[in-house]
Nanobody, 115 residues
Framework: QVQLAESGGGLVQPGGSLRLSCAAS????????MAWYRQAPGKQRELVAA???????NYADSAKGRFTISRDNGKNTVALQMNSLKPEDTAVYFC?????????WGQGTQVTVSS
């Protein structure tokens, strides 16, 4: 059984920074993709950033230049460093793991950007 646990959400002012972390437990394959998605009220869940086990990354246009995704394969963790946050970044952020044709989601962590 694979489980994902996110942490690091909270309330931050516009222009501020937050760092989200996600720890995967259970049977974690060597080849996988870890990603961060977000879902704002009334909107569909969308990709923020993804990182493959070899370190290759992919970012949504809205995240480029402001967010950085990183992973520690030894610890099965993925982090999302978010800088220059905007009110439109407000959403529930979910960690996602894809391996061996299966998808796993964390429960999400709320990020609110407001003055």
């Amino acid at each position: 059984q694979v489980q994902l646990a996110e942490s690091g959400g909270g309330l931050v002012q516009p222009g501020g920074s937050l760092r989200l972390s996600c720890a995967a437990s259970g049977i974690i394959a060597s080849f996988n993709v870890m990603a961060w998605y977000r879902q704002a009220p009334g909107k569909q869940r969308e990709l923020v950033a993804a990182v493959v086990d070899n370190g290759t990354t992919n970012y949504a246009d809205s995240a480029k230049g402001r967010f950085t995704i990183s992973r520690d394969n030894g610890k099965n963790t993925v982090a999302l460093q978010m800088n220059s946050l905007k009110p439109e970044d407000t959403a529930v952020y979910f960690c996602k793991l894809t391996q061996r044709g299966r998808i796993y989601w964390g429960q999400g962590t709320q990020v609110t950007v407001s003055s």
